[in-house]
């Protein structure tokens, strides 16, 4: 028992040293919200059919909040799903990169 409760907090605490996505992937992340995320965002991600991704927008929201949206996308909205695209990883690294921007 005491084994396995070591192992679940060994795991936490990898899933919190989350790997960043490597240089290149990273300018196709950057690539990717301009290009997809700004046709409905806006290509200087300041809104249009979906709302503003800019960091004064979103730092009263919770990374975990914006990750699941774009993860799942929000039903009935136009907002889509991502995840077969973006792994949690590259998610949470374009949330910290959005919430950074200037
Ligand atoms: C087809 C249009 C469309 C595309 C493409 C799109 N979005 Fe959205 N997005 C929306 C809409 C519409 C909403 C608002 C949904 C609602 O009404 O709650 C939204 C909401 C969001 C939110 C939540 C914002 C908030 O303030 O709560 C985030 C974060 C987001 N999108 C990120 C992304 C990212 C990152 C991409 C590209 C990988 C992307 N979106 C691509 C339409 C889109």
């Not at 192992?7 to 690539?31: G, H, I, W």
């Not at 709302?51 to 914006?66: I, Q, V, Y």
Request: contains cysteine.
């Amino acid at each position: 028992m005491r084994f396995s409760l070591l192992c679940l907090t060994l795991l936490c605490s990898f899933a919190v040293v989350a790997e960043e996505p490597s240089q290149d992937r990273q300018a196709e992340l950057k690539n990717l919200l301009k290009h997809d995320c700004g046709s409905c965002h806006g290509l200087t991600l300041k809104g249009g059919l979906g709302p503003s991704l800019l960091a004064t927008d979103l730092h009263n929201k919770s990374a975990e909040f914006l990750i699941a949206t774009i993860q799942n996308g929000r039903k009935d909205t136009a907002m889509p799903p991502w995840k077969t695209f973006l792994s949690i990883d590259e998610t949470r690294w374009l949330v910290q990169h959005l919430k950074n921007s200037p």
